[in-house]
């Protein structure tokens, strides 16, 4: 079940007695926790009967204790425990799970990970509770769920700004959202996010990204990626090379894997490439001009210089000129 269906269930007034939120994705757990705490109760129902601990602070006794509290003045209370997977001896929770009181909705977080499905408290949870456990969206979606997200919110969004957003940021759901929050705080009465609204407002630029430099590098231009990589000599935080890296590295695995499908028309491609026809283009260019050969050792050069960004081999070389170093084996097939 996804977070939204939770949230459709409260507003429906249907509850359980227990809910345990476990998983790697934060920004789904996040949601359910803040509905919980700002919407299941009124302001006047919260004074008396919404209780939060965080598990890094929380005594297991205490927790227990406010379960088993019976609301007043209304008829449910909401007792939260976030951070679950700091609280000291959780196991002992089993003694409230095995028995839960109708009238508390006791949501928990427990993030990172999961619960040991070996231990009690999970197969009591198993029998009372309802559990859910958030994986992290697969780079490959990343895209989509952020046209999604900002179609949720009731805008539009062209594809170059998508691509930045997922460039720059990569698979963090949470900055995701608080970034699109605020350029929706600044775009007035306009309903389009553009990749000027993305320079203007969140400070990424549309000519110096990693996007551009994968352009550049697949036209061969190499006075492009040069320019594109000296800029972020000059603005380190824009794009520093453990995030430059990856992002390209994961580009040309995409264009590597167009080798070995049979049909590689724009229509076959369009949906490798999140139905972005300037990324289609693109990865054909990088096709033509480099061959499988060319990709191979491109990907053999990222992995390479990877290493040498995190000290592996190299011994305090800057970023910058080891990016330059690298395109430039890269665009003259050394």
């Excluded at 070996?118 to 780079?139: G, H, M, P, Q, S």
């Excluded at 480099?290 to 053999?300: P, S, V």
């Amino acid at each position: 079940m996804s977070a939204e269906k939770i949230i459709s269930d409260w507003k429906k007034k249907n509850f359980k007695p227990v809910y345990w939120l476990e998983g790697e994705e934060d920004y789904y757990m996040d949601s359910v926790m803040e509905f919980a705490e700002t919407n299941i109760l009124t302001a006047e129902e919260s004074s008396f009967n919404l209780t939060v601990f965080y598990g890094k602070d929380a005594d297991w006794t205490a927790v227990i204790n406010a379960c088993r509290r019976y609301p007043m003045f209304a008829e449910k209370q909401v007792v939260l425990l976030r951070e679950a997977q700091q609280m000291k001896e959780i196991e002992r929770l089993e003694a409230y799970v095995e028995n839960p009181l109708p009238s508390t909705i006791f949501v928990v977080s427990y993030k990172g990970k999961s619960l040991d499905k070996r231990k009690a408290l999970y197969k009591n949870l198993k029998k009372t509770a309802e559990i859910y456990e958030f994986e992290k969206v697969k780079d490959y979606k990343l895209q989509e769920w952020i046209a999604n997200y900002v179609r949720s919110k009731g805008y539009t969004v062209s594809s170059k700004a998508i691509v930045l957003l997922d460039e720059h940021i990569g698979n963090d759901l949470n900055r995701i959202a608080n970034e699109i929050e605020k350029l929706a705080l600044n775009l007035g009465g306009k309903k389009e996010i553009t990749e000027d609204d993305i320079e203007k407002y969140i400070g990424i630029s549309k000519e110096y990204n990693v996007f551009e430099l994968q352009a550049a590098i697949a036209k061969k231009d190499l006075s492009k990626a040069l320019t594109i990589i000296q800029y972020f000599e000059g603005n380190p935080k824009a794009s520093p090379i453990h995030l430059v890296l990856p992002a390209l590295y994961a580009s040309f695995s995409k264009i590597y894997s167009v080798f070995g499908m049979k049909d590689q028309s724009d229509a076959a491609l369009k949906p490798l490439f999140y139905f972005n026809l300037t990324a289609v283009k693109n990865a054909q260019e990088t096709m033509r001009n480099y061959q499988y050969a060319g990709i191979e050792k491109i990907l053999l050069l990222l992995h390479h210089y990877n290493l040498k960004g995190v000290g592996v081999g190299d011994a305090g070389t800057s970023d910058a000129s080891l990016m330059k170093e690298m395109v430039v084996k890269m665009i003259a097939g050394l």
